[in-house]
């Protein structure tokens, strides 16, 4: 790859966050809203586009779980960056009252609100079962609990279901963004011509996959002419390779967790994780963190670009689980420049 062609492919990219709300170990969720906050306010301040957060439940380490309402809050905060969900997991929630909370929020922040949308439970059973959702469901009805909320959302009176109506909600123009770790939102994003955020942050094996069922069954829509792909990364920078390797081992901690059945949160970073995983946990980790870089500006640079020639993603969303809340605003304000090439 010639160092124009890379220029080229960093020039014309697209950076958003994907903030997963971490409560670090010893801290609250009080602080870790106020972390949010500036991470959002110093993101506005370095050119990313949007602000997402996503729903998660019954998870010690994520505070995100009221995902609504921590959107307002950000949003509140900030004045120009777009601030929503990646994503709102629909099965949970009734479409009616998704269609009213983010109508409410556009309302509040108009031109600002992004309604990314999955259908995965975002939990174990027993929390699905306390959020009150068919054990039976298997996210199957996707499509007609997508299919409603759009009708909400829609301004025509012969759309409504049952002639019910959101408000606020009806006749607002919130951008819908379908987001999946497999092909059945791919496929569905791409008969619907609605735009497509794939879940390579944990699940890169099925990205390339994904993303051709998606283009393959594109058809243009009054939402876009042409496909749209966010791709999901873990980026981790600092000054030195040796420090942003350091700074992700609290990452690969909280993987290494999730793939022995534990919750927890997030850990400081150490100098090694020989002595933490044996060999067999250390390739499923790395394995599931296929879609990362940490490194410094100029490691970034060299690695960005060959990922966004494989997938051809119109926009990359980082998230950087980062214990230190200074590192992180570090990281991403040098992701932002090595992709600027200042």
């Known amino acids: 790859m010639t160092a124009t062609h890379t220029d080229d492919l960093l020039q014309n990219l697209t950076l958003s966050v994907l903030d997963l709300a971490p409560i670090r170990t010893g ?58 969900s990646g994503g709102i997991m629909l099965p949970n929630h009734a479409p009616l009252m998704i269609a009213e909370q983010f ?15 999955g259908r995965a439970p975002g939990s174990d059973q027993y929390t699905a079962r306390a959020l009150r959702r068919g054990l039976g469901s298997d996210g199957s009805d996707f499509p007609e ?7 909400y959302l829609s ?7 049952m002639g019910v109506r959101a408000v ?23 008969q619907l ?7 390579s942050h944990f699940a890169p094996e099925y990205l390339l996959p994904a993303l051709d069922l998606y283009r393959s069954n594109f058809r243009p829509s009054e939402v876009l002419e042409k496909p749209y792909v966010i791709v999901g990364m873990n980026i981790v920078a600092a000054d030195t390779d040796e420090e942003a390797q350091r700074l992700a081992t609290s990452h690969q ?38 879609y990362s870089i940490a490194g410094s500006k100029a490691t970034i640079r060299e690695k960005l670009p060959r990922y966004l020639q494989e997938t051809g993603a119109d926009e990359i969303i980082v998230t950087g689980q980062i214990y230190d809340h200074e590192a992180r605003l570090r990281s991403y304000q040098l992701l932002a420049e090595a992709v600027k090439g200042q």
Request: charged share 20%; hydrophobic share 40%; net charge negative.
């Open 168 to 190: 606020p909600g009806e006749g607002l123009d919130i951008p819908i963004y379908l987001l999946g770790s497999s092909g059945f939102s791919a496929q569905l994003a791409g």
């Open 145 to 151: 609990q997508l299919s409603e909320l759009r009708a």
């Open 27 to 84: 801290s609250t969720a009080a602080e870790t809203f106020r972390h949010t906050l500036d991470l959002a306010r110093h993101a506005e301040q370095w050119g990313y586009r949007r602000f997402w957060l996503a729903e998660h439940h019954s998870m010690p380490g994520i505070a995100s779980s009221a995902t609504s309402v921590v959107i307002g809050y950000v949003a509140a905060g900030t004045e120009t960056i777009r601030v929503g």
């Open 155 to 161: 301004g025509d009176p012969d759309s409504r279901p």
């Open 253 to 290: 901690m909280a993987f290494l967790n999730i793939i022995r059945g534990r919750t927890g949160q997030l850990k400081p970073p150490v100098d090694s994780m020989d002595a933490l995983w044996n060999e067999q946990e250390k390739a499923i980790v790395l394995k599931q963190l296929g």
């Open 193 to 199: 011509g609605l735009p497509f955020a794939f879940a």
């Open 103 to 117: 109508g409410t929020l556009e309302s509040m922040y108009p031109g600002r609100i992004d309604l990314g949308l």
